[in-house]
Each structure stands twice: as structure tokens, then as C-alpha cells.
T-cell receptor, first 109, second 116 residues
Framework: DAKTTQPNSMESNEEEPVHLPCNHS???????IHWYRQLPSQGPEYVIHGLTSNVNNRMASLAIAEDRKSSTLILHRATLRDAAVYYCMFHKGYQKVTFGIGTKLQVIP | DTGVSQNPRHKITKRGQNVTFRCDPISEHNRLYWYRQTLGQGPEFLTY????????KSRLLSDRFSAERPKGSFSTLEIQRTEQGDSAMYLC??????????????FGQGTRLTVV
């Protein structure tokens, strides 16, 4: 299975930006990088995905390193509702979604 | 509400009993996944279907587990002779392979199984 490395936990103050890192050194050229998050007592929720270029959507931004061996999920202004476990993964479009341990984000009021 | 519906939301059963969970995916999605999640861990892949075909099964899926997706619509996951180690959240997700490069998977709220 595709292997990623993320910090176990991070903290952020409310309304400040948060940068969640992910290493995926074994990624291949056709693998897409995906981020999901899981709020307490809920199923995972898609956040964003990308291939090579940085991506923005209403939830977050995804910054992908030039060599694609790492990426950073950016929450521009953390809110208490962003407290969740954030999962990074990579796979080809036709492959299954595989989760690691993820990063537990705590947002401090 | 993601559009993926799972029933029941909670199930308590005695060890040795059989249980069946149902998942109704987003109607136009051709791919359906089952995952299991225990406390403090990320979801673990169990199996997935593309239309009605079961394309992959995890080694976690013992002989006591069976999943079906008749007619490529809803899916059921059955656990026979439940054991206490089966206690977990069972998550269903659906996606479409028609998009290029990896489309998002939509997850249901899960079914929490407790085996006593």
C-alpha cells in the first residue's frame, strides 16, 4: 500500500493559518495526492486533491513540492470546526483510497 | 449529508450472532467501498466494488465476512459468527471513476458495531 508520513498531531490558534505537512517519497508520476479529514464521530470527508500544480478550493489549498515527494495542506484561517484528523494519501485515479494514521489537528480558541 | 446512507447507525449484538449492514451509495457512482475503523486508527480498507463486481478484498476480510452489491446499486456487508474483535465502525464510501485522475470518495456516517 502507498505510504505517507504525517505528524501525529498539531495545534493551531483559531483564525490563524495552519500548514499540515505530508511526505510521500514513493509517489509515482501518475499518482494523485489526496487529502481527507475526519471530524469526531463522522465519516471521512474529502478536502482536496492535486497532481503537480498547487490547488485551491473553498476548503483549503494544496501546495505540492516540485519533486512531488511532499505536500502541504493549508487552512488559511483555522476555525474550531476544522478540528479533525487530516489524512494525506496518494493513488492513481482507479485505485482505492488508503488511509494512514493522519494528523490530529487541535484548534485553540 | 454526503448522499451516502448507511443503516443501521448502531448495532449491538451478542457474540456468535450474524449481522448485516446496508449501504446506499450516491446513485450515479459506480464504485463502492467498505472500510473498518477502530478507535484511534485510520479507516482500514476491506473491499470495493465497481458496479456489481467485487474487484478487491483485503486480507482483513476473513471468511466470516461477505459483501455483495447486487445490480450495482446498494451493498450489504454481512458478518457471520461475530466476535468481540469485530467491534468497530464500518464505513461505506462511493465514488465515480468517470472523472480523470482521482475523484473524491463520499463517505457515509458509518455503522457502529458493538459485540458483547
Amino acid at each position: 500500500d502507498a505510504k505517507t508520513t504525517q505528524p501525529n498531531s498539531m495545534e493551531s490558534n483559531e483564525e490563524e493559518p495552519v500548514h499540515l505537512p505530508c511526505n510521500h517519497s514513493t509517489i509515482s508520476g501518475t499518482d494523485y495526492i489526496h487529502w481527507y479529514r475526519q471530524l469526531p464521530s463522522q465519516g471521512p470527508e474529502y478536502v482536496i486533491h492535486g497532481l503537480t500544480s498547487n490547488v485551491n478550493n473553498r476548503m483549503a489549498s494544496l501546495a505540492i513540492a516540485e519533486d512531488r515527494k511532499s505536500s502541504t495542506l493549508i487552512l488559511h484561517r483555522a476555525t474550531l470546526r476544522d478540528a479533525a484528523v487530516y489524512y494525506c494519501m496518494f493513488h492513481k485515479g482507479y485505485q482505492k483510497v488508503t488511509f494512514g494514521i493522519g494528523t490530529k489537528l487541535q484548534v485553540i480558541p | 449529508d454526503t448522499g451516502v446512507s448507511q443503516n443501521p447507525r448502531h448495532k449491538i449484538t451478542k457474540r456468535g450472532q450474524n449481522v448485516t449492514f446496508r449501504c446506499d451509495p450516491i446513485s450515479e457512482h459506480n464504485r463502492l467501498y467498505w472500510y473498518r475503523q477502530t478507535l484511534g486508527q485510520g479507516p482500514e480498507f476491506l473491499t470495493y466494488f465497481q458496479n456489481e463486481a467485487q474487484l478487491e478484498k483485503s486480507r482483513l476480510l476473513s471468511d466470516r465476512f461477505s459483501a455483495e452489491r447486487p445490480k450495482g446499486s446498494f451493498s450489504t456487508l454481512e458478518i457471520q459468527r461475530t466476535e468481540q474483535g469485530d467491534s468497530a465502525m464500518y464505513l461505506c464510501a462511493s465514488s465515480s471513476t468517470r472523472g480523470r485522475g482521482g475523484t473524491e470518495a463520499f463517505f457515509g456516517q458509518g455503522t457502529r458495531l458493538t459485540v458483547v
